[in-house]
């Protein structure tokens, strides 16, 4: 398997030196990308406001911390902290700790106003109570809901506007075994209760004929409290009893299962248990399992390879999302302080050329691996298109997913396109939920330039479309 | 004070075990080690190997039925004579330049290195100690090799002020013997910066390692004596402490004790030392113990605070200095954290240290098992949760319950007393002030650490915690050599914080020489 690697990765260094402005594809490559990716801009223009323009607004209040770092690094903090928070006048208290008292870009009849309500016990509760109304809707916009039973009313609209869902289920670290069974159980209820729910399958037999029953994200580190690197082996196996009834109970109600990746630290662990695992008797000739690459990583492409031989033994492709990654700022600082070479690439150019080769080579081993292209970024989405067609890869083989909530106007006009739209949808407590979901909109929003893309205008959003632009985060 | 930076000075990288590779040569090393067991330790005198009467076997503390090493205890005749060869060669080391010693130390870091495979796999089969902890503290010997090597570089430039007529040095001289007394919790590092700082300061060393590690102590000893180290510089005195360490402490020619331990010992040995009628006054660096406390905030991020007290309260099981005995709850924060803490530490897997997987080893010894049994029996009621040991495993080494107490009285012993194994004891308090009260309550000053997101709480803490190392939003165990020199005041210890820009000048008396350059008409020209 190394050999083989190893010439792949010459050639694209060769191609690298040979033509250094345009690196990843021919001129004429470069062109289609860019159409491409004009063409989707135009699309989602004639879809703007029909579906949930409120992500704009919120996007455009995002905006207002652009350029203003201290407010945006108070506004993270503050998200954070918020969810342990219990009482109206501990949330008033840090918003005048954190907005008062410590100095940020607010403007100065802001301050004025905020310090003036905050000052008088009834209206402080009133900005605490806005806060809290504030802070709650916004998670809505995030979080699918807090079970899936409570709201799949929100999925089925979606699957009436042609749009698929994989549920992924929020929540704290786990800490114990205890808290890993709890996670274990609630996993396999909402299977229970995606396999039972009659009203999305009726749309899904007449709208999306090959889809499975449901499609669920399983994040690892929730099912075993101590894995661990150094115990590779006994981590594995762990993870794999851990995992056993979850696939087995999606075997039986055919339902998707992916095992989501997280840090790097723990990344081959969820490979090895992923082999291992869909190779078992019971699992092997399963349709619908997926794992997760992410190009920020210098190891992706390696992985990637891995992952396509073992795919090729199976009787049905495994699909892959490929993500670009989002714990760039913990794998930074963990490998700071450890001494350790970062295991990401440190310009978010070098991801965006990684996620193409990736792309590349994903679509390359049509029709051994389905790909999921899981980004928001237009440029990457484009020059996966175009490749596509370049390899010869029916747009039914692969999908693109998205975070749930975000670029909608997007996701229509690549379903407007024929190809597959799947959202990434959390479920969980609103509250404790959304800390963790503004850390991934903050890495979102630091290096996709995702939200720019949204609200710029036609000129800046073409710049966007070429791959050097990203340099500056 | 006169600080500067150390801009070459790079800390020793930690291994990453989520290599495959890493994790063969680990086990590599397990099976080149045991086929030295069970490992000769002499004490060695000016390159001599001195035979002994007293030979007393090294068992791993998890299975005691495996003999690590023949510890060849070292007589009074033994330490006398080290004493007296130390003393006669103090002039030639004293004299010798600075590079050479400092090049010793960097050879010594280099030897330390490549040897980390085999020194795990001892140290974990000797003390007892989980693999990530063995590799933080190889690092930090390492660590400790090259920051006292850079010190040193800088120390020995002499500081000048001269003026027209007037030169004005400033400069440093070796104070003399120094006896080591290390402890085995930190068998390799301690020792290891304890020996290396003297040694490049120009003092010869004694080195009476701790009688429960004393075949990592010897490893140590040949590694710096292969790096260079001249044997006259430097002996190996294993043996017992209330002997030869009683006996050297004592002794009129020795200059400095460096002494890492209990309270108790460190205290006596500070009374013997002023008590003595000398030409000089006997030098005591003492680090001592600590009644560490960790303060979850009502703020707190608690996936953080649970995880950070655990290892901190159950890392080696709790045999550190460093390591937190006390968690003190705001009242908002107490069940939540304790029903996570609790079931945390019930998801931990004793067994053997050298099975990855393992996170809770035996303690040390069987006097140690004794006294925290005793300890679990006379606090039962007060018992929250203890992790279940199976008889079977207790058998086959000195294997003790992690215990979580719970008490409301600050002043009884599990809020004042230091244990030194895997107990810990949960506060409630009432406010964030009430909790500083609580922590800076005792007699010790030595770590403690905050989970808060309160900026006004965090600067409180840095203004009132007494602590010599404080740590916010992280565990309270882990310093890093120049990262966070560590050491603590009050009762915890005497002297300058390992790893930090004042230590190597423990060992040395400096002195000021002024010369009038002027003559009858005339001056030097410059």
Known sequence: MAKPLGSEQNRMKATEENEPKIITSSPDLQDKILEKGKELFRLSDSFEDSFFSTYRLFSKSLLFLENRPLLKLQAFRFADLFPSLSSLSSISRYIRIYFVETPTELPKWILLFLSLLLSNPLSSVFVAVGAKIGIRLTAKFFILGRTYGSDRKKIIDRYKNGICS???????????????????????????????????????????PGEPTGNVSVKCSSLYSQLDPLAHESSVTHLMKKLRPILSSAVSKNIFINLDMEQYETKDIIMDTAFRIFAEPEFQDYPHFGIVVQAYLKVSQKDLQRVIEYSKKRKYPLTVRLVKGAYWEYEMTQSAQKGWEPPVFLIKSETDRNYEE????????????????????????????VKAA????????????????????????????????????????????????????LENSTNEGFLKNINANSKDRERLLYLENSKSK | MNFHNNP???????????????????????????????????????????????????????????????????????????????????????????????????????????QKAELTALMSLEVGKGIKDIDAEIAEAIDFCDFYAKEAEYIFQPRKRDLLGEENIYTYIPRGVTL???????????????????????????????????AIAFKLFNILIEAGIPSSALHFLPGKGEEIGAYLVKHPEIHTINFTGSRAVGLGMIREA???????????????????????????????????????????????????????????????????????????KPGLPEDPSVKVGPVIDSESKTRLDTIASQFSSKILSKLKIEEDQKHTGHFVEPIVFESDDPTSPLGQTEFFGPY?????????????????????????????????NIQYAKEKFEVGNLYINRGITGAVVDRQPFGGYKLSGVGAKAGGPDYIKQFLEPISITENTMRRGFIPET
């Open chain 1, 358 to 385: 990736c792309s590349a080579l994903l679509l390359k081993s049509y029709p051994h691996i389905r790909p999921a292209f899981g980004s928001h970024n237009i440029r990457s989405l484009s020059s996966a298109f």
């Open chain 2, 8 to 114: 070459d000075f790079q800390n020793e990288t930690l291994r990453d075990f989520s290599k495959e590779e890493e994790r063969s040569i680990l086990n590599k090393g397990f099976v080149s080690i045991r086929k030295e067991f069970p490992i000769q330790v002499f004490p060695i005198i000016s390159g001599k190997t001195k035979k002994s009467s007293l030979i007393v076997p090294a068992l791993n503390p998890a299975n005691t039925s495996e003999k690590i090493a023949d510890i060849h205890y070292a007589s009074i005749t033994d330490a006398e004579e080290a004493t007296k060869d130390s003393v006669q060669f103090f002039e030639t080391w004293k004299n010798t330049k600075p590079d050479i010693r400092i090049g010793f130390l960097k050879k010594a870091a280099n030897l330390l290195r490549s």
């Open chain 2, 424 to 456: 810990v004891t949960l506060f409630k308090a009432k406010n964030f002030e009430d909790a500083i009260k609580i922590a800076n309550n005792v007699d010790y000053a030595l770590t403690g650490g905050i989970f808060s997101r309160n900026p006004k």
């Open chain 1, 390 to 441: 370049e390899y010869s890869v029916p747009e039914n083989f692969f999908e693109v997913q998205m975070l749930y909530g975000m670029g909608n106007s997007y996701k229509q006009a690549i379903r407007s396109l024929g190809i597959s739209v799947r959202e990434y949808s959390p479920i969980g407590e609103v509250i404790p939920g959304m800390a963790y979901l503004v850390r991934r909109l």
């Open chain 2, 274 to 348: 002023a008590s003595q009628n000398l030409k000089f006054v006997k030098k005591v660096v003492a680090e001592m113990g600590g009644k560490n406390a960790l303060i979850v905030d009502e703020d707190a991020d608690l996936d953080e605070a649970v995880i950070a007290s655990i290892q901190s309260a159950f890392g080696f099981q709790g045999q550190k200095c460093s390591a937190l005995s006390r968690i003190i709850l705001l009242e908002s924060k107490y069940d939540i954290f304790k029903n996570r803490f609790i079931d945390a530490l019930q998801s931990l």
């Open chain 2, 180 to 214: 080591v007394v290390a402890p085995w919790n930190f068998p390799l590092a301690i020792l290891c910066g304890m020996t290396v700082a003297p040694l490049v300061a120009g003092n010869p060393v004694i080195m009476k390692p701790a009688e429960q590690s004393s």
């Open chain 1, 166 to 208: 994989t549920i992924d289920i929020l929540g704290e670290a786990v800490l114990s075994e205890k808290e890993a069974e709890r996670y274990i159980s609630e996993y396999l209820l909402l299977l229970e209760e995606v396999s039972k729910d009659k009203e999305i399958s009726e749309i899904r037999d007449s709208q999306f």
